[in-house]
């Protein structure tokens, strides 16, 4: 007998065990496979509709905060430009009033100058007449009493620089 000849009981035995086996687990074993197998591709399935659905979520609330961002970033650039005008206008507005204070103080000081130089003319004009009568009396030798003649004199001077400053002007 050999393994090309082999004994038929035993070849018949083992031909009923093999299909003893087969037929259990035709019956018993793949239906619990082919159950467990579709209970996972259903699961498989399932996670990816949820992913699906968290990606679509995902996009979505992206597409949101992008938009949002977008709108904040436009109104960033809307109050940086609002307030680089409002700055010009309030540099402009300062700018005014510095002048107007300006023109006001030189105006003043302009005011106040001329009346001075008018008061120290007066007060010089005195002086210089009383020094000028008291040296034309040194000169004469003799004290000068008339003070209006000296006064006519000294007006009559002034009156002279007044017209050579006016033409010189």
């Known amino acids: 007998m050999g393994p090309l000849k082999p004994n038929l009981i035993d070849l018949l035995f083992a031909l009923i065990c093999f299909l003893a086996v087969f037929t259990v687990m035709l019956k018993v074993l793949l239906p619990r496979i082919a159950k467990t197998l579709a209970a996972r591709e259903e699961a498989t399935e399932g996670m990816l509709g949820l992913a699906e659905e968290t990606t679509l979520e995902a996009q979505r609330v992206l597409a949101v905060y992008q938009a949002e961002l977008t709108a904040a ?41 001329a009346a001075d ?4 003319e007066a007060e010089l004009r005195e002086d210089v007449l009383g020094l000028a009568t ?36």
């Open 134 to 169: 008291e040296l034309a009396g040194r000169i004469l030798g003799e004290p000068l009493t008339d003070g209006e003649r000296g006064r006519a004199v000294a007006e009559a001077f002034f009156a002279e620089v007044d017209a050579e400053r006016a033409t010189a002007a």
């Open 117 to 120: 130089r008018t008061v120290a």
């Open 73 to 113: 970033r436009h109104e960033a650039a809307r109050i940086r430009q609002t307030a680089l005008e409002e700055g010009a206008a309030l540099l402009a507005a300062v700018r005014a009033e510095g002048q107007r204070a300006r023109e006001e103080l030189v105006g003043g000081a302009s005011v106040r100058l």
